[in-house]
């Protein structure tokens, strides 16, 4: 049975840091690659990050670099996400969804090109 569970969301003041994981269930894992997006309410989702399956690429939306990074285990079908520096505008629904194959820099943040998507996890960043 296939499934994705995220974990680790809450609500942190800003500066503050999560470690957002997702477990993917029933998935040849490594063959996927697999992104987390977020989306606040009345915004559109957005990629936010990702890593590749093919050589363990990591692409990241601009306003995250320096601050958030991406981790993979693929032995425990598990994915990580490092929140540190947090600000209010990182305050969204995080998603975990994951795409047969390799990413691509230019199609990676594509809701559209992933099959499989989690529940989503709540982060509100507020002092």
């Known amino acids: 049975q296939l499934q994705i569970v995220e974990s680790g969301g809450g609500l942190v003041q800003p500066g503050g840091s999560l470690r957002l994981s997702c477990v993917a269930s029933?998935?040849?894992?490594?063959?996927?690659?697999i992104a987390w997006f977020r989306q606040a309410p009345g915004q559109e989702r957005e990629g936010v990050s990702c890593?590749?399956?093919?050589?363990?690429?990591?692409y990241y939306k601009d306003s995250v670099k320096g601050r958030f990074t991406m981790s993979r285990d693929n032995a425990k079908n598990t994915l990580y996400l490092q929140m540190n520096s947090l600000k209010p505008e990182d305050t969204a629904v995080y998603y975990c969804?994951?795409?047969?194959?390799?990413?691509?820099?230019?199609?990676?943040?594509?809701?559209?090109?992933?099959?499989?998507w989690g529940q989503g996890t709540q982060v509100t960043v507020s002092s």
């Open positions: 969804a994951l795409d047969y194959g390799s990413a691509s820099p230019t199609g990676w943040n594509i809701p559209y090109e992933y099959e499989y």
């Open positions: 029933g998935f040849p894992f490594h063959l996927y690659s």
């Open positions: 890593i590749s399956s093919s050589d363990g690429s990591t």
